[in-house]
């Protein structure tokens, strides 16, 4: 039972903007300050998007946004595109050094 | 350009010993963590632990403590993961995946994961 919980699916249209939840359900991360999420494509290895909550790697678009309220970090994508249809994964740093992900939410673009 | 190149598919038998090794190029090996992370079938990402190629230190999730073990050779800039005692649950993609110059809090870069699969 993961520490992290997402919705198990989220859907959109084309351009519009969603926004995919990620809830601690335990006091094992803290002050949860060290958000990260990652993008998995079907058979592909996941990539980082978002880190430290906000922050954006170089290269990801800034269609891609992150924020925290409490104990829910949330990961928006606006202008929704077909290539954003994947498989997106909450993680967050613990206060035993650990990482831990959340359920995973699966994004499909009607 | 960061590389890491993981060694091919396994299968193995019940209650054998998998060695999945994780070769690293265009970076500093011994600067950033790695991390090993695997994914059954169908399921979701699931954090195994990391290892400092500095120090050889490791940090292993709970559910693996005690049937995972984690080494580097910073010689050949190559990270293993060896996992014990394997059974059928324990089929999966295993990926490793370095960590950024942030500590252990992310993971920036991924191999392109290893199938092991546990069949008798």
């Known amino acids: 039972q993961s520490a992290l919980t997402q919705p198990a699916s989220v859907s959109g249209s084309p351009g519009q903007s969603i926004t995919i939840s990620c809830t601690a359900t335990?006091?094992?991360?803290?002050?949860?300050?060290?958000v990260s999420w990652y993008q998995q494509h079907p058979g592909k290895a996941p990539k980082l998007m978002i880190y430290e909550v906000t922050n954006r790697p170089s290269g990801v678009s800034n269609r891609f946004s992150g924020s925290k309220t409490g104990d829910t970090a949330s990961l928006t994508i606006s202008g929704l595109q077909a290539d954003d249809e994947a498989d997106y994964y909450c993680c967050s740093y613990t206060i035993s050094a650990t990482l831990v992900f959340g359920t995973g939410t699966k994004v499909t673009v009607l | 350009q960061v590389h890491l190149v993981q060694s091919g598919a396994e299968v193995k038998k019940p209650g054998a010993s998998v060695k999945v090794s994780c070769k690293a190029s265009g970076y500093t090996f011994t600067g950033y963590y790695i991390h090993w992370v695997r994914q059954a079938p169908g399921q979701g990402l699931e954090w195994m632990g990391w290892?400092?190629?500095?120090?050889?230190?490791?940090n292993y999730a709970q559910n693996f403590q005690d049937w995972v073990t984690m080494t580097r050779d910073a010689s050949i800039s190559t990270a293993q993961m060896e996992l014990r005692s394997l059974r059928s649950n324990d089929t999966a993609m295993y990926y490793c995946a370095k960590s950024s110059g942030r500590g252990v809090i992310d993971l920036e870069s991924w191999g392109q994961g290893t199938l092991v699969t546990v069949s008798s």
């Open positions: 335990s006091s094992d991360v803290g002050d949860y300050n060290y």
């Open positions: 290892i400092n190629p500095n120090s050889g230190g490791t």
